[in-house]
């Protein structure tokens, strides 16, 4: 039984370099961001709890367009990693096309959006319901970081397709070097205009945008410049721009399974920042421990996220190639593998996470709630590990109208009804809400379990 067990569950150890050599560099480069971004959020958190508020408010709106833009570039990039996998080189590039074409009509939509309904978004996760802060001065600050935050966007949707352009063929280093060059430059410059130095006066929550904005443009450059100085690497960018053109048998297969994938994240990411809405209710102090608290598990969650990311690309390649059987084989493994490696990560979370929000300048009431949500999301780790796997085991196989009803529609049909009757018609402790918002994940880890169970994901999508 031991042995059945290790030959379905346990790799060899050229497996598990294999898919290191891929999740590594991801691993660090998130590690370096997330770490980087948990610095801003402190220097940010030592102007004052307004400040904070506003500046974690905007970021949800950005995470939405973050996501969207991942949706955009995810559709295209599973034929993408499938055409890589094949030796198709032209199939790879007019996914590349596409994905310049959707992500500039969803950066024109965002823009539009954030210019000219700033005031509305933002306002929608201000309550004064609660005992601490002055949400006009929130608004205020959300407004002022917004405004530059949006020129961003541009940079950082075209670096994203360059960079699951790389990775689509395995190469994940340069991505990891261009964003450590760009987080680095977005400490210093953070320490810089936030608090001033010299004759550069303190900026506040500007200076924090003005920093980011400018490490998204050196992000863009580096793996931009990288691309088309080294073609034979990737032979899918020779020509890419002397042409508009993608045969209409593949863009049309590309907009069948891509839409409902692109939809998917979209849906689940404004899912997720209807959830923090729905908590808002509770007052500004629930806001302020959310952002205290999320920023720490981001810095923790990347190795389930980086890990289950790199299933996508080992599993799509040997679907691409018509190894479905070695497909299956290294899924099984490398599902066990990434659960098994956020169990620990998990104790060292639960050991340290309670540390982290005292180094916040805020009231200890705010520190005391963000170090209990910490605790809770360490503990369910293994269980959103585990889920996030079947999500892209699902994916790697083109299942995406599947990935749609498993993760977006589940997050509106379960997640969001309980969070808004629990948060808004119920006396609970704020803390407990949590509890039993997070835990329906259990739900969803039983059903990807079954789904990815019938092998109904073992499919290769770019035949002809």
């Known amino acids: 039984?031991?042995?059945?067990?290790?030959?379905?569950?346990?790799?060899?150890?050229?497996?598990?370099?294999?898919?290191?050599?891929?999740?590594?560099?991801?691993?660090?480069?998130?590690?370096?961001?997330?770490?980087?971004?948990?610095?801003?959020?402190?220097?940010?958190?030592?102007?004052?709890?307004?400040?904070?508020?506003?500046?974690?408010?905007?970021?949800?709106?950005?995470?939405?367009?973050?996501?969207?833009?991942?949706?955009?570039?995810?559709?295209?990039?599973?034929?993408?990693?499938?055409?890589?996998?094949?030796?198709?080189?032209?199939?790879?590039?007019?996914?590349?096309?596409?994905?310049?074409?959707?992500?500039?009509?969803?950066?024109?939509?965002?823009?539009?959006?954030?210019?000219?309904?700033?005031?509305?978004?933002?306002?929608?996760?201000?309550?004064?319901?609660?005992?601490?802060?002055?949400?006009?001065?929130?608004?205020?600050?959300?407004?002022?970081?917004?405004?530059?935050?949006?020129?961003?966007?541009?940079?950082?949707?075209?670096?994203?397709?360059?960079?699951?352009?790389?990775?689509?063929?395995?190469?994940?280093?340069?991505?990891?070097?261009?964003?450590?060059?760009?987080?680095?430059?977005?400490?210093?410059?953070?320490?810089?205009?936030?608090?001033?130095?010299?004759?550069?006066?303190?900026?506040?929550?500007?200076?924090?945008?003005?920093?980011?904005?400018?490490?998204?443009?050196?992000?863009?450059?580096?793996?931009?410049?990288?691309?088309?100085?080294?073609?034979?690497?990737?032979?899918?960018?020779?020509?890419?721009y002397k042409s508009f053109y993608i045969p209409s048998a593949i863009l049309k297969n590309i907009i069948k399974k891509g839409t409902p994938l692109m939809l998917n994240e979209i849906f689940w990411a404004t899912g997720m920042t209807v959830i923090v809405q729905c908590y808002s209710v509770r007052g500004l102090e629930i806001v302020a421990a959310q952002n205290i608290s999320s920023t720490i598990n981001n810095l923790f969650n990347i190795v389930y996220i980086q890990l289950g990311s790199s299933i996508a690309i080992v599993v799509g390649q040997l679907l691409g190639a018509g190894k479905l059987k070695e497909a299956r084989d290294a899924d099984n493994k490398m599902i066990f593998f990434v659960v098994s490696a956020c169990v620990a990560v998990s104790v060292i979370m639960c050991m340290v996470g309670g540390l982290f929000p005292k180094l916040y300048k805020t009231e200890e009431t705010i520190r005391e709630l963000a170090s209990q949500l910490i605790i809770v999301s360490a503990l369910l780790m293994p269980l959103c590990a585990f889920c996030h796997s079947t999500y892209f085991t699902l994916r790697s196989g083109g299942k995406t109208g599947i990935t749609f009803l498993f993760d977006s529609v589940f997050t509106w049909v379960v997640f969001i009804p309980t969070a808004y009757v629990l948060s808004s018609h119920t006396s609970l402790p704020f803390i407990l809400v949590f509890i039993l918002v997070q835990s329906l994940e259990g739900f969803k880890a039983v059903i990807g379990f079954f789904m990815v169970r019938s092998n109904v994901w073992l499919n290769n999508i770019v035949n002809h």
Not at 58 to 81: D, K, M, P, R, W
Request: include cysteine; glycine fraction near 10%; charged fraction near 15%.
């Open 1 to 240: 039984m031991l042995a059945t067990f290790k030959k379905k569950f346990i790799g060899t150890k050229d497996f598990y370099l294999y898919v290191l050599g891929i999740a590594v560099p991801m691993i660090v480069q998130n590690a370096i961001t997330s770490f980087v971004s948990f610095l801003d959020n402190i220097m940010v958190g030592q102007i004052g709890t307004e400040q904070m508020s506003g500046v974690a408010i905007v970021n949800q709106l950005i995470f939405v367009f973050n996501i969207t833009i991942f949706g955009g570039v995810s559709g295209a990039g599973i034929f993408g990693t499938q055409f890589f996998g094949k030796g198709d080189h032209e199939g790879h590039k007019y996914t590349f096309r596409f994905k310049l074409y959707a992500c500039g009509i969803l950066t024109v939509a965002a823009l539009l959006l954030g210019k000219f309904l700033d005031t509305q978004l933002i306002s929608l996760y201000l309550s004064d319901s609660g005992s601490i802060g002055d949400i006009s001065l929130a608004l205020q600050y959300g407004k002022e970081y917004l405004e530059i935050m949006l020129i961003g966007l541009v940079p950082f949707a075209l670096s994203q397709v360059y960079i699951s352009g790389i990775r689509e063929t395995g190469k994940t280093l340069i991505p990891m070097i261009a964003s450590m060059a760009a987080v680095f430059t977005n400490l210093i410059l953070d320490y810089v205009l936030i608090f001033g130095m010299g004759e550069i006066p303190a900026l506040g929550v500007q200076g924090a945008a003005i920093a980011t904005v400018v490490a998204r443009f050196l992000e863009c450059i580096i793996v931009v410049s990288w691309t088309h100085a080294n073609p034979e690497k990737n032979k899918y960018i020779k020509g890419i």
